[in-house]
């Protein structure tokens, strides 16, 4: 009876364990899935230096500037290169005429915009 509680116990400890893995995988899809929210022509991995990040632009900030101006009409407020979501961006907080923050996202590789969110 002894080995037969303990068999038990040993299967159900390890029926947990797969069953945490699989938890743990499936977040960890979850927050790739969420990493493939928006997707520029440049990827970058890991940490840079924004010095190399900087040599990676293909527009220049005046240029996304204009893009993002264009799309939201407004006064910038902030203004970053940066690498989210794998993408090397160019990001603008802009205060519009209805007195909202709007973040545009522009891709530095071709100008084009990657994302509009209202704050």
Known sequence: ????RKLLLIGFTALLGITAISVLAKDKETD???DAKVTGSIRVEGKHK???LVALAKISFDDALK???AKVPGTVIKAELEAEHHTLMYSFE???ADKTVTEVEIDVGNGQVLDVNKD
Do not use: L, P, Y
């Open 1 to 4: 009876m002894k080995i037969t």
């Open 32 to 34: 790739e899935d969420s």
């Open 50 to 52: 924004r010095v190399e």
């Open 67 to 69: 893009a993002a101006e």
């Open 94 to 96: 802009i205060v519009g």
